[in-house]
């Protein structure tokens, strides 16, 4: 059984930092493409950043470009999310998703994959203050 489990979120100052990590079990890490998610209430579910399975080729919404950072550690089973330079409209529930269907690559349109082929964690929730 697959397990995605997500931390690392928090309350922060606009201006601040926040690191969240994403560690999978019950499949091969470094076989899948990875990548986060974001909610925030009222609003439809937004597709933040996607990375291959070797962590080498990353993409990122237009509104993060240049403040957040992907990366993964295959060795630890493990993905990260480094938030900078954080804004109040980052404020969501952060969700890690592992890309069943990609053969390990994002590309295309990694962000409007059905859920169903996605595995999901439960959520790390992020606020931003102002």
């Known amino acids: 059984q697959v397990q995605v489990v997500e931390s690392g979120g928090g309350l922060v100052q606009a201006g601040g930092s926040l690191r969240l990590s994403c560690t999978a079990s019950?499949?091969?890490?470094?076989?899948?493409?990875m990548g986060w998610f974001r909610q925030a209430p009222g609003k439809e579910r937004e597709g933040v950043s996607c990375?291959?399975?070797?962590?080498?080729?990353?993409y990122y919404t237009a509104s993060v470009k240049g403040r957040f950072k992907i990366s993964r550690d295959n060795d630890k089973n493990t993905l990260y999310l480094q938030m900078n330079r954080l804004e109040p409209e980052d404020t969501a529930m952060y969700y890690c998703?592992?890309?069943?269907?990609?053969?390990?690559?994002?590309?295309?349109?990694?962000?409007?994959?059905?859920?169903?082929?996605?595995?999901w964690g439960q959520g790390t929730q992020v606020t931003v203050s102002s």
């Open positions: 998703a592992v890309f069943a269907l990609r053969a390990g690559l994002c590309g295309g349109t990694w962000y409007d994959d059905p859920p169903e082929d996605i595995y």
């Open positions: 019950g499949l091969t890490f470094a076989d899948y493409a």
């Open positions: 990375v291959s399975w070797r962590g080498d080729i990353p």
